[in-house]
């Protein structure tokens, strides 16, 4: 079965800081991957997503993330964030045809001035 | 504006009922799904959908029931047997059956037990 491990729980950075959020997974065969961004009382939002192609995949906010099928990874970086990134982030994983999407637990980007 | 409405925004539910929590699309999405989210759990898939009149069991089933007998609906119900219902609920809908495709959520329903 296909499983979605996020290493960290909680990031706390500071504003202008550069950060990544670490997602690994695993699977034998071909996977689509996704983040998505969860706002407090709030449902979730798609970030970015890997379905085929460059590995290196980009947001509109600044968030990028890498595809590395070696390491079966996709962590997630941002140069620079605002305190307006706090939020929980989700990485997801979708394996070959299956219907549905599995989810890890969670990275919670707390921001600090 | 299209988008996924759940409701209510909170719940509350006395031992031994059953509670309804609703959830419409008018994105026209082929399918839907009920996830539940508890804290430091990520979320869980309870029922996905792909097309009216039918739909399958998620991760955990257990004390819950769906209907889908319309496209733009897809009602979850939180039975007396599910012993820990308290936990915040998440609607989402694909354009397709495929997972690959951006799935689109509503605010959530949070459930709490009296």
């Known amino acids: 079965a296909q499983s979605v491990t996020q290493l960290d729980s909680q990031v706390p950075v500071f504003e202008e800081a550069p950060v990544e959020l670490r997602c690994n997974y695993s699977s034998s065969v071909s996977v689509y991957l996704f983040w998505y961004v969860q706002y407090p009382n709030q449902g979730l939002q798609l970030l970015l997503k890997?379905?085929?192609?460059?590995?290196l995949v980009e947001s509109i906010n600044g968030f990028e993330a890498e595809f590395n099928k070696s390491q079966t990874s996709f962590h997630l970086r941002k140069p620079s964030v605002h305190i307006s990134d706090t939020a929980e982030y989700f990485c997801a994983v979708m394996v070959g045809s299956n219907y549905k999407l599995t989810f890890g637990k969670g990275t919670l980007l707390t921001v600090n001035p | 504006d299209g988008g996924i409405t759940q409701s209510p925004k909170y719940l509350f539910r006395k031992e031994g009922q059953n509670v309804t929590l609703s959830c419409e699309q008018n994105l026209n999405h082929d399918a839907m799904y009920w996830y539940r989210q508890d804290p430091g759990q990520g979320l869980r898939l309870i029922y996905y959908s792909q097309i009216v009149n039918d739909f399958q069991k998620g991760d955990i089933a257990e004390g819950y029931s769906v209907s889908r007998e319309k496209k733009e609906s897809f009602p979850l119900t939180v039975t007396s047997a599910q012993k820990n219902p308290t936990a915040f609920y998440l609607c989402?809908?694909?354009?397709?059956?495929?997972?690959?495709?951006?799935?689109?959520f509503g605010a959530g329903t949070r459930l709490s037990v009296l």
């Open positions: 989402a809908s694909t354009q397709g059956a495929w997972a690959k495709n951006i799935q689109y």
């Open positions: 890997y379905l085929s192609g460059s590995t």
